[in-house]
């Protein structure tokens, strides 16, 4: 399992032309790391009196956030899966009429089945991006530049996935699906620019204010 | 240390309210993993008969990424390391003027001190943003989704450590020293933005084209 290497060791392996992990597994990666610091300021926030008012909200953050973490750690291991199935049927033979007609089908399955994993990463990091917006307004400021680190880097996630999904789209021959996809995840990174350009604004205004 | 953490636990010891790592842990591993993905991409390229007229160039884009790798991991460990330089300087006495006088001291030396490796994490995610800006341009199209998401994470990199050079500035009394570090970082943020722009621009050409 790719979340049981340690840092150095997964960094290189992401780093060699090994097929997996790639863009999909580091996206996933930095939606953990955004997701992670939320969970922080959280955690660094309840117990605190000034910050009473909010405590039950934060306490209902965190759990959201702990499940987020272990869907987003999850992920980086699905998106080598799904990978390696695309990987499979790329080198399917396609010699006669039939041998084409099956490659194309198991590639397009299989395509299909991989852009479910970055849409996965996008919207289980836009949920987090959405807790990290509010937790600018309510976290402890002294741990304020965690919230917009954790932001900038859950946009960053949600973006990547994007392009994950792109590619996958490019190989597909279904118009419906690739439209409606299309859509779908445009959408998903409007939204995630907007809450963390808004995130982002409080914090610095926190910050230099 | 922290780079022989395992991805799981090191997102774990992230979340809680642990000191270390924080934003700036973060924000290091960050620029590795988006500067990884530029390695990888180089990886993909070289020896590719398609890619020929580049591959002396991408020899040494993916020299310069292997010394950034090793630099940006390391800086994981450093920023814990003057975190807490910071955090033990909080807790000096300051009963008396003497106290006080020694205390305001220590802080404004580990303040700066602090400042310094945020500064290097945006100076080498940088680095490495212009080295994916172009292999956006030369790196093999099989792997373009790898160079956005790389230059998408690079950017919230830097911009990350921006961040966690602001929160240190706001604790120094060195009027010069602030004006000087706050000028220099805000630079290296636009050029980033720019960088990685236009990075994301090329590969929506070559992804959607």
Known sequence: ??????????????ASKEP?????????????IGNALGSMVGNLTVGKEKYKD???????????????????????????????????????????????????????NALKNACQVPIKIMEKSLEALKL??????????????????????????VLSGYLNVIINLNGIKDEEFVKKTNEYTEKMCREAEKLADEAYKIVMEKLKG
Do not use: C, H, W
């Open 1 to 14: 399992m790719l979340v049981e290497k340690n840092i150095r060791e997964f960094i290189e392996v992401l």
């Open 132 to 157: 990290q917006r509010r937790l600018a307004e309510i976290g402890s400021k002294l741990a304020i530049s965690d919230v917009g680190v954790g932001a900038l880097i859950l946009k960053a996630a």
């Open 54 to 108: 909010v405590e039950q909200e934060i306490i209902k953050i965190l759990e959201e956030e702990k499940k987020l973490q272990e869907e987003l750690l999850s992920l980086i291991d699905e998106d080598a899966q799904v990978f390696s199935e695309v990987a499979k049927a790329y080198k399917l033979p396609k010699n006669t009429d039939e041998e084409k007609r099956k490659k194309e089908e198991a590639l397009n």
């Open 20 to 32: 997996v992990p790639g863009g999909g597994g580091a996206a996933a990666l930095a939606g953990a």
